[in-house]
């Protein structure tokens, strides 16, 4: 089972704290921020402090406006077993494939 993340969390760590972060390793103040991304100095604030939580496009937004990337990927919490570790070694190809066998099975 999966360890439950605080709201607004990505491994611990809060938007705000990645936004800030972003903004101080760029040089820049929160003013020169909301100007660079087009948003109010108030609300940029507000996510640094934890206020509130700006959504993923902005958070991805907020920090390429820093100058850097926030890369996100899909990552297996635990090996995959079995049959999704079988069907992951298949070409997109073959997965399609097998998806239409196996529904045509179901429909007759």
């Known amino acids: 089972m999966a360890d439950c ?3 607004g969390t990505i491994r611990g760590v809060r938007s705000g704290d990645l936004i ?4 101080l390793r ?3 103040t929160q003013y020169e921020l909301a100007d660079l991304s087009g948003r109010d100095r108030t609300v940029i604030a507000r996510w640094e402090q934890g206020a509130v939580e700006p959504g993923l496009e902005t958070l991805v937004d907020l920090v390429r406006a820093c100058g850097f990337d926030l890369p996100l990927e899909l990552v297996p919490l635990e090996p ?6 079988k069907n ?3 070409t997109p190809e ?3 494939a097998r998806l239409l066998q196996a529904r045509s099975r179901r429909g007759k």
Do not use: Q, S, T, Y
Request: zero cysteines.
């Open 20 to 23: 800030r972060e972003a903004r």
């Open 80 to 85: 995959p077993a079995g049959r999704v570790d």
């Open 26 to 28: 760029a040089g820049l």
């Open 88 to 90: 992951a070694l298949l």
């Open 94 to 96: 073959r997965r399609v």
């Open 5 to 7: 993340k605080p709201e």
